[in-house]
Nanobody, 124 residues
Framework: QAQLVQSGGGLVQPGGSLRLSCEASGFSLDFYAIGWFRQVPGKERERVSCMNRDNNNTYYADSVKGRFIISKDNAKNTVYLQMNSLKPDDTAVYYC?????????????????WGQGTQVTVSS
């Protein structure tokens, strides 16, 4: 059964860092483009960062550019989102996603597999 299992969320103070992990099972991320999205209660899910299959093309939302880094470790079949200089506005449930195409895609509807979501809270 293909699934993505997330870990690494939690509570952090403003200015702090967190790394989210997303491990795939039942399929190989070698052949998948990936993305991270987030959602605040009462608002639509928004894109945070996406990357193509070959790890050489990335997208970052303006709100996270220069602070977040997306990466993929094919040997571990795991996707990461390194989040630095966190702000209260980054508080949300974060979701990883994978699509069985090589190209970068920011449209959520293009992703076939989704993680369960993990809460990130930035507060003092």
């Amino acid at each position: 059964q293909a699934q993505l299992v997330q870990s690494g969320g939690g509570l952090v103070q403003p200015g702090g860092s967190l790394r989210l992990s997303c491990e795939a099972s039942g399929f190989s991320l070698d052949f998948y483009a990936i993305g991270w999205f987030r959602q605040v209660p009462g608002k639509e899910r928004e894109r945070v960062s996406c990357m193509n299959r070959d790890n050489n093309n990335t997208y970052y939302a303006d709100s996270v550019k220069g602070r977040f880094i997306i990466s993929k470790d094919n040997a571990k079949n795991t996707v990461y989102l390194q989040m630095n200089s966190l702000k209260p506005d980054d508080t949300a449930v974060y979701y990883c996603a994978a699509r069985d195409r090589p190209t970068l895609q920011t449209n959520m509807a293009a992703y076939q597999h989704w993680g369960q979501g993990t809460q990130v809270t930035v507060s003092s």
